[in-house]
């Protein structure tokens, strides 16, 4: 049985641990390489930095007896949307922040974590602090999701670490069968989750069955061979006319040489493309394109979660809109604003990435992106109707 005591502990070096991974991310990337915003979407690595920061401040620090903000201007700059708190700087202009340098941000992190580490003993924070251990893993997801895209911006095509990934071995793709019938779906008990993954709930299933692995970049290859992305056939609506605006013919980072051969720009630089990897950077639709061009289709995220796939490849794109669980309730606080104000417009996504921090990655962890989106680590899983 764990002691009060014990706990406590634990608590003050998870909080130790996830702060220095957000800051190890950002050691092999210079100031310059910091301040960057690529697009509106995509924010800086150190307004991540701070941003974080800013919600433990803001979250837990705030309302201890006697606390003082370490910059009350930062309110504004390091809001990202909680209108409850009022105005703030506007995303698409995070990239003008040159003041307060990298240096004052990695300042105002210390003075944070020496009072949060106080904080770590008071057990009735527990909660409060997990969420925001919990919300800065997020963020350093977001910072590699983010660095990629400034990095793939710059005509140098710079990498982020030197060393090359390891490549993939063939994998034959099975049809894993489900009988369908009535499965739990959600959270419950032990163990952090956010709002948006209760209350467990029972759900009815058809007979489905689901592949044993994500679409391979080989596969998608395939697909573009066969004029997948000049085939309206295959094609949602928005989908089509969003490829059309875009002249999407390839995943997002994939580059072809002068000869035609197609390689593709990784966090380690640019990279020939592994045939046997998961297909990463494509929308929602791309997904929906390559499924009905393979004969099969997305699986819901409840088929996804009852059939207790591997996680942590690549996110898949799954066919469920983001809407509550039935009897869904936010957060308390400022925190009611987390989750429950975005479900309109997107779909989920499930699994995890090879961005996502391993302590991060659950069966029943909800991401959610718009159907456009291309800049995280997304890709396919197919299902098809038994
Ligand atoms: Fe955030």
Same mark, same amino acid.
């Given at each position: 049985m764990k002691t009060a005591e014990q706990s406590?502990?634990?608590?003050?070096?998870?909080?130790?641990?996830?702060?220095?991974?957000? *800051?190890?991310?950002a050691a092999a990337l210079s100031a310059e390489d910091c301040a960057l915003q690529s697009m509106p979407d995509a924010s800086p690595v150190k307004w991540h930095l701070a941003h974080t920061t800013w919600f433990f401040e803001t979250v837990i620090l705030a309302k201890q007896p006697g606390y003082r903000p370490v910059d009350p201007r930062f309110a504004f700059l390091f809001n990202s949307y909680y209108e409850a708190l009022g105005p703030r700087h506007p995303r698409p202009r995070r990239g003008?922040?040159?003041?307060?340098?990298?240096?004052? /941000?990695?300042?105002?992190?210390?003075?944070?974590?020496?009072?949060?580490?106080?904080?770590c003993s008071d057990e009735t924070l527990r909660d409060a602090i997990l969420l925001g251990l919990n919300h800065e893993q997020q963020h350093q997801e977001l910072i590699l999701t983010d660095i990629k895209h400034a990095f793939f911006s710059n005509p140098l095509l710079p990498a982020y670490r030197p060393e090359l990934s390891a490549s993939h071995a063939?994998?034959?793709? *099975?049809?894993?069968?489900?009988?369908?019938? !009535?499965?739990? /779906? =959600?959270?419950? @008990?032990? =163990?952090? !989750?956010?709002?948006?993954?209760?209350?467990?709930?029972?759900?009815?299933?058809?007979?489905?069955? /689901?592949?044993?692995?994500?679409?391979?970049?080989?596969?998608?290859?395939?697909? /573009?061979?066969?004029?997948?992305?000049r085939r309206t056939e295959f094609w949602l609506s928005d989908g089509w006319t969003r490829a059309q605006e875009e002249n999407w013919e390839a995943p997002l980072y994939w580059l072809k040489d002068g000869d035609g051969n197609e390689?593709?720009?990784?966090?380690?630089?640019?990279?020939?493309?592994?045939?046997?990897?998961?297909?990463?950077?494509?929308?929602?639709?791309?997904?929906?394109?390559y499924a009905a061009w393979a004969g099969a289709r997305l699986p819901t995220e409840f088929e996804w979660e009852a059939s207790q796939m591997a996680h942590g490849e690549v996110w898949e794109w799954t066919r469920s809109s983001y809407d509550p669980y039935p009897g869904f309730k936010p957060f308390t606080g400022i925190a009611a604003e987390y989750n429950g104000k975005f479900m309109v417009g997107q779909m989920v996504?499930? @699994? =995890?990435?090879?961005?996502?921090?391993r302590g991060h990655i659950r069966a029943t962890y909800r991401n959610f992106f718009p159907p456009q989106a291309r800049w995280q680590f997304s890709g396919i899983r197919l299902a098809r109707d038994a």
């Amino acid at each position: 049985m764990k002691t009060a005591e014990q706990s406590r502990n634990r608590l003050a070096d998870d909080y130790a641990l996830v702060r220095a991974y957000s *800051e190890k991310l950002a050691a092999a990337l210079s100031a310059e390489d910091c301040a960057l915003q690529s697009m509106p979407d995509a924010s800086p690595v150190k307004w991540h930095l701070a941003h974080t920061t800013w919600f433990f401040e803001t979250v837990i620090l705030a309302k201890q007896p006697g606390y003082r903000p370490v910059d009350p201007r930062f309110a504004f700059l390091f809001n990202s949307y909680y209108e409850a708190l009022g105005p703030r700087h506007p995303r698409p202009r995070r990239g003008l922040l040159s003041r307060p340098s990298l240096d004052e /941000i990695y300042a105002y992190r210390a003075q944070v974590d020496a009072a949060m580490l106080k904080a770590c003993s008071d057990e009735t924070l527990r909660d409060a602090i997990l969420l925001g251990l919990n919300h800065e893993q997020q963020h350093q997801e977001l910072i590699l999701t983010d660095i990629k895209h400034a990095f793939f911006s710059n005509p140098l095509l710079p990498a982020y670490r030197p060393e090359l990934s390891a490549s993939h071995a063939a994998q034959k793709l *099975e049809w894993l069968a489900h009988a369908g019938g !009535a499965v739990e /779906i =959600g959270h419950q @008990g032990e =163990g952090f !989750a956010f709002d948006n993954e209760t209350p467990r709930h029972p759900v009815l299933l058809q007979p489905f069955a /689901i592949a044993s692995r994500p679409v391979s970049n080989g596969e998608y290859q395939a697909f /573009i061979a066969d004029g997948g992305y000049r085939r309206t056939e295959f094609w949602l609506s928005d989908g089509w006319t969003r490829a059309q605006e875009e002249n999407w013919e390839a995943p997002l980072y994939w580059l072809k040489d002068g000869d035609g051969n197609e390689s593709v720009f990784t966090l380690c630089g640019v990279q020939s493309l592994d045939l046997h990897a998961p297909v990463e950077h494509v929308s929602f639709y791309e997904a929906c394109a390559y499924a009905a061009w393979a004969g099969a289709r997305l699986p819901t995220e409840f088929e996804w979660e009852a059939s207790q796939m591997a996680h942590g490849e690549v996110w898949e794109w799954t066919r469920s809109s983001y809407d509550p669980y039935p009897g869904f309730k936010p957060f308390t606080g400022i925190a009611a604003e987390y989750n429950g104000k975005f479900m309109v417009g997107q779909m989920v996504l499930r @699994g =995890g990435s090879s961005a996502t921090p391993r302590g991060h990655i659950r069966a029943t962890y909800r991401n959610f992106f718009p159907p456009q989106a291309r800049w995280q680590f997304s890709g396919i899983r197919l299902a098809r109707d038994a």
